[in-house]
């Protein structure tokens, strides 16, 4: 049995692609405002911060990948020990815009 509905192909092919295209549009620009926030952090901060972005997913859990890089980072001595729980708090701030 085939049910016909109002819409030909290719509008049919639009209403049901746009709500992802809407979302990739969204992304992105939740990314640029994490991107401007971050120009302003420190060197370590900014470290955490770019090892994170591109970690983030939706639903994802935010302190556990941004404790998980900073450690790395830590214990690679790209990041100050002594410094790496503020720069992480720092670092977080940004990257949470990139989630709403």
Do not use: W, Y
């Not at 997913?57 to 941004?66: E, I, Q, S």
């Not at 214990?75 to 670092?91: H, L």
């Amino acid at each position: 049995m085939v049910i016909r509905c109002g819409f030909s192909r290719p509008a049919l092919t639009l209403v049901l692609l746009l709500p992802f295209v809407a979302a990739a549009t969204g992304a992105h620009a939740d990314t640029s405002a994490a991107t401007s926030c971050a120009t302003a952090l420190p060197k370590d901060a900014r470290a955490i911060f770019d090892a994170t972005l591109p970690q983030l997913a939706p639903g994802g859990d935010l302190r556990a990948t941004v404790t998980a890089n900073t450690r790395s980072l830590a214990m690679a001595g790209t990041i100050e020990r002594d410094t790496a729980r503020d720069s992480a708090k720092a670092a977080a701030v940004c990257l949470k815009r990139a989630r709403t």
